[in-house]
């Protein structure tokens, strides 16, 4: 689920025709964004919420 998120997300990204170093630091981002909420053990669904990044 969570993997095909971010390959969505880098789809979305080409088709709006980003450019490859945008999209590779995206992707990167944004998987180390939901890595962090599964070890928070939040249920990722692609929504976000405000909770998700507060401290």
Do not use: C, P
Request: negative net charge.
């Amino acid at each position: 689920m969570i993997n095909e998120l971010v390959q969505r997300f880098k789809i979305y990204l080409e088709e709006n025709r980003k450019s490859v170093k945008t999209i590779e630091s995206y992707v990167v981002d944004i998987s180390a964004f939901v890595a962090i909420l599964e070890e928070k053990v939040v249920d990722f669904s692609g929504e976000m919420k405000r909770f998700y990044i507060t401290i």
